[in-house]
């Protein structure tokens, strides 16, 4: 079982940064992948970015490729997602998931243990 909280969340305005930490329980956090999803009202949770269990591979949404930036640390058992030039659309409630597989998986379904989000909004 692993227990997730997030925490960095907040208010931003557009070109701003936030960055995103997770905090994972349980002794052995290098053997799941990480993933941040995120959720908006009125749509569906997509997959912001994801990172395999070494930390050596990663993975990013097209939409925001370039700007955000998923890392881990193993001995602290945290996981981020430091996000840069934000747009008003990256607004939304933002969740961290591990997967219990050291490779990523793509979809919210692949993901075996969530957070319950931290809300990110940026205003114009």
């Known amino acids: 079982q692993v227990q997730l909280v997030e925490s960095g969340g907040g208010l931003a305005q557009a070109g701003g940064s936030l960055r995103l930490s997770c905090a994972a329980s349980?002794?052995?956090?290098?053997?799941?992948?990480m993933g941040w999803f995120r959720q908006a009202p009125g749509k569906e949770r997509e997959r912001v970015a994801a990172?395999?269990?070494?930390?050596?591979?990663?993975d990013y949404a097209d939409s925001v490729r370039g700007r955000f930036t998923i890392s881990r640390d193993n001995a602290k058992n945290t996981v981020f997602l430091q996000m840069y030039s934000l747009k008003p659309e990256d607004s939304a409630v933002y969740y961290c998931a591990a997967r219990d597989r050291t490779v990523y998986g793509r979809t919210p379904d692949e993901y075996d243990f969530w957070g319950k989000g931290t809300q990110v909004t940026v205003s114009e």
């Open positions: 990172i395999s269990g070494g930390g050596r591979i990663t």
């Open positions: 349980g002794r052995t956090f290098s053997s799941y992948a």
